[in-house]
T-cell receptor, first 114, second 113 residues
């Protein structure tokens, strides 16, 4: 299994809603990532988990809350989002968080905030 | 800090023609360089990775890239374009100091009959 699976594929939410994005991998990877990608832009790193511990937070607003329950799962909890948070949210994993590791990406969740 | 610059946000080629997508890097140390492809409404797929083992790196789908230190370049090529190659291509460098992958702005490749 060489896939990173993200659910849901599409999500529409209001600014007062609470929702969660889910990411799963079964490659035995010990690093997992959340990226945000606006239309026609490159992905931007949000969070890095290494061995289930948060190792990088790229100054992301607190309305985004990551969680890594175990080495295979990564969640992104969303609360009180703004319309400008509408984007494609990509999850990725790698063998480790070391320099030069290949990242494997999921297909993403397309989020629309109304 | 490491960074990459992709020259040309849009490239259009005819089917069967050579594909050349340009990427220049800035790095004070030997870099780890990557090319990723993104098809519409999809995540990113790794095409190839430079690790200093060889300057010419072969990837998937017939793509290859050559690392040229003197030119600080890592251009992506494919001898003959297929319609299925139409996608967004991202050059990326691993920023060891920050332990993260930094992407270029991307180049949209269009292939016409």
């Amino acid at each position: 299994d060489t896939e990173v699976t993200q659910t849901p594929k599409h999500l529409v939410m209001g600014m007062t809603n609470k929702k969660s994005l889910k990411c799963e991998q079964h490659m035995g990877h010990r690093a997992m990532y959340w990226y945000k990608q606006k239309a026609k832009k490159p992905p931007e790193l949000m969070f890095v988990y290494s061995y289930e511990k948060l190792s990088i937070n790229e100054s992301v607003p607190s309305r985004f809350s990551p969680e890594c329950p175990n080495s295979s799962l990564l969640n992104l909890h969303l609360h009180a989002l703004q319309p400008e948070d509408s984007a494609l949210y990509l999850c990725a994993s790698s063998q480790s968080a070391g320099t030069g590791e290949k990242l494997f990406f999921g297909s993403g969740t397309q989020l629309s905030v109304l | 800090a490491q960074s990459v610059t992709q020259l040309g946000s849009h490239v259009s080629v005819s089917e069967g023609a050579l594909v050349l997508l340009r990427c220049n890097y800035s790095s004070s140390v030997p870099p780890y360089l990557f090319w990723y492809v993104q098809y519409p409404n999809q995540g990113l797929q790794l095409l190839l990775k430079y690790t200093s083992a060889a300057t010419l790196v072969k990837g998937i789908n017939g793509f290859e890239a050559e690392f040229k230190k003197s030119e600080t370049s890592f251009h992506l090529t494919k001898p003959s374009a297929h319609m299925s190659d139409a996608a967004e291509y991202f050059c990326a460098v691993f920023s060891g100091g920050y332990n993260k992958l930094i992407f270029g702005a991307g180049t949209r490749l269009a292939v016409h009959p």
